[in-house]
Structures are given as structure tokens and as C-alpha cells.
């Protein structure tokens, strides 16, 4: 006896996190039935955002545009970001 089943989801929400997964064997005449569960935590989405401005530079009276975007960042990028800090010394 033995055997692997596997399912794969996407979330959409973090509303109702962490989540309750159960595995159920119904048992057969040779094998009896057995259950387990697994919790699993979805977290916020981490974002990244940027602001430009035009044009740059501008004179006194010029109307200036600024255009911000939010973009969503990919499951496990970092987006470059390096924790920790840069001293001089």
C-alpha cells in the first residue's frame, strides 16, 4: 500500500487566511481510513511603486505631471532589495 495524490491552487484573497486543507483516505477491505490536516497562511502580495514627474526640470509657473504606478511583485523576487545597511567609516 502506498500512493501520492497531489493538488495544486491559487489563492486569490488573503479573507479567510490561514486555511484548513484536509487529505482523506476512505479505507478499503485491506486498509483502514485515515485523515490529516495542513494550515496554510496567505499572505499580502508585496507591490512595487514608482512615481516619475514631467518635465524635469520645470520653471516657476510650469504645470508639472506625476505619474505614479503600482505593479505587483512576483512570488519570490525581492525585487533587488538587499537588507542590512551601508556604513562609512
Given amino acids: 500500500m502506498g500512493g501520492t495524490a497531489?493538488?495544486?491552487h491559487a489563492y486569490t484573497s488573503?479573507?479567510?487566511s490561514?486555511?484548513?486543507v484536509?487529505?482523506?483516505y476512505g479505507g478499503d477491505g485491506?486498509?483502514?481510513s485515515s485523515t490529516d490536516t495542513d494550515t496554510q497562511t496567505v499572505l499580502a502580495a508585496a507591490t512595487t511603486t514608482t512615481?516619475?514627474?514631467a518635465p524635469d526640470p520645470s520653471v516657476v509657473g510650469e504645470s508639472v505631471t506625476f505619474t505614479a504606478t503600482v505593479a505587483p511583485v512576483a512570488p519570490g523576487d525581492?525585487?533587488?532589495v538587499c537588507a542590512g545597511s551601508v556604513?562609512?567609516?
Fill in 6 to 8: 497531489t493538488a495544486t
Fill in 14 to 16: 488573503t479573507t479567510g
Fill in 18 to 20: 490561514p486555511f484548513t
Fill in 22 to 24: 484536509t487529505a482523506s
Fill in 30 to 32: 485491506n486498509f483502514s
Fill in 51 to 53: 512615481v516619475v514627474s
Fill in 78 to 80: 525581492d525585487g533587488g
Fill in 87 to 89: 556604513g562609512g567609516g
